[in-house]
C-alpha cells in the first residue's frame, strides 16, 4: 500500500469510509514521517502529536465529543490529518505568529475555521512554521527557525505560510491552512509544487486570525489537489457573525464545481481565459515563462477561448500594496506594549522605556522595518500622500479588474516569477524579497480569489500557474484548475526526501 502520509484527502476520506485504515494509522503515520523529515525541513512551530492520537482514536471510537461531527452525518475531512498555520488561534495549543512576542500566547478559544475543521472531525497534527506575523515571502523571519523546500532543503518554501506548504509538500500534513495577504498561500504553493487558494475578500472568517493587514488578509487551503482544495474551502467558508467583514451566504458544495470540463458557468459556453501581458515581467524566469504559456496552451486545447488583455495599472499594484499593508500592520501591532499579554520587558526604568523595550526585543528585523513604514506613511504631512494616494490606486486596480472581467471569466498567470530561490540570498535585499509578490499582490489588493497550480517544472524546481476570478468566482476557478490538473502529470509528482 502507498504510504499512508501521502494520501490526499479524498483518497483517505475513501479508506477510512470503507474501514480499510482507521483515523489511528493515518495520523500515526503523518506523525511518523513528522519525526523522520521535520529536522530538516521545519514545517512545524509546535507538533500535538499525543493530542493528535487521541482525536484520532476518539473519532476512530465513534465519539469526538463537541467538536466532532455529528452521528450518521459524515464528514469528507473526519479523521484525517491536518496543520494549522501559527497565526490561527487554538485553543490550548500555543500560537506564536512564530514570533518571540507571541512566543508563550496560548489562546483561550479557536478561530472559526479550526471550529469549522473541528466540527468536521478534522485532526490536529500542530502548527506551521511562517514568517514573523506573516511578514515575509520566504519563511526566513521566523523568530525559531527557517523552512526548508522538500524539493531543495536549501531552497525557501515560500511565505509567509511556508510551513503549510512545505508541510503538505513532505507528506507531514494531509492538508494544511494558511493566510494570504499579499500571495501567502498561492506563492508557497507554487514553490514547493502543491494547490493554494485565497477565496474572495470575506468568504472566509477572519475571526481568530492574528492580524497583519485587516483589508487584505484571507484564510484559505493548502492541498495536494485541487480535489481537497474544493472539500477544505467547503468546510471552511461561510458567514460569520463574530467577523464584521464576513460576507452573507451558507457554505457551499465546491466538489460539485469539479466536472473536468473547461466551460463557463452555464456548463455550455466555452471558458475565456484571459493572459495578461503585464503579469509576465522582465523578472520572469524563462523556465516560469514557459511553464505558464505550455498551462494556457493545454486550457485551450482542453476548450478554454484564450484572449490577450491588459491590466496597466498592474505595474502600480505592488507599491500600492505594501503602503496599505504596512500601514495596516502598523495599526495592529501597536496592541504588542507588553502590558496586555505577550512578551513584556520587565527591566524598563519607566513605562515608556518598558514599552520601547518590549518592542526592540520582541520583534524581529522585518517586523520593525514594517512598522516604521507603516508608521511613516500614516503619519502627519504624509497620509495623503502615500495612504490616501494607495487607497485610490487601489480603486483604480478593482476598477480595471472589474472592466476586464465583463468580457472575459478568468485570468491565467504566473503564481510568481521566479522558482524557490537559495535561502539567505534575499534576507539582506528586501527590495528584491517584496518583488516576489509582484504576480500575486494584484488580486490581494482587489480581494478576488486566486488559487495556485502546479504546472510544470523549471531547473528541477516547482511552477505554479496562478488563474484569478471576479468576486465569488471559486467554483469557476476550481473547476477550471482541476480539469487542467487532469489533463497533466504535475500534481502527481512528489520530491524525494
Known sequence: MTDLYSLTAHEAHRLISRREVSSVELTRSCLDRIAAVEHRVGAFVTVTG?????????????DAGDDGPPPGAPSPLSGIPMQLKDALCTRGVRTTCSSRMLERFVPSYDATVAERLYAGGAVLLGKGNMDEFAMGSSTETSAFHATGNPWSLDRVPGGSS????????????IYALGSDTGGSIRQPASLCGVVGMR???????????????????QVGPITRDVTDCATVLGAIAGHDPRDSTSAPGQPVDYTRALTGRVVGDDGRSPLRIGVPGEYFTDGTEPGVRDAVHEATTVLEGLGARLEAVSLPTTR???????????????DNLARYDGVKFGYSYQHGEGVWDAIEKTRQHGFGAEVKRRIMLGTYALSAGYHDAYYVKAQKVRTLIRREFDSVFRRIDLLATPTSPTVAFRLGERTDDPLQMYLGDVC????SVAGLPAISVPCGFSEGLPVGLQLIGPPMAEAALLRAAHAYEQATPWHRMRPDL
Open 50 to 62: 499525543d493530542e493528535a492520537m487521541e482525536r484520532a482514536r476518539s473519532i476512530d471510537a465513534g
Open 162 to 173: 511556508g510551513g503549510g506548504g512545505a508541510a503538505v509538500a513532505a507528506g507531514e500534513a
Open 199 to 217: 477565496p474572495t475578500y470575506g468568504l472566509v472568517s477572519r475571526f481568530g486570525l492574528v492580524a497583519f493587514a485587516s483589508s487584505l488578509d
Open 316 to 330: 502600480h499594484a505592488l507599491a500600492c500594496y505594501y503602503v496599505l499593508a504596512l500601514s495596516e500592520c502598523s
Open 440 to 443: 500575486t499582490v494584484p488580486a
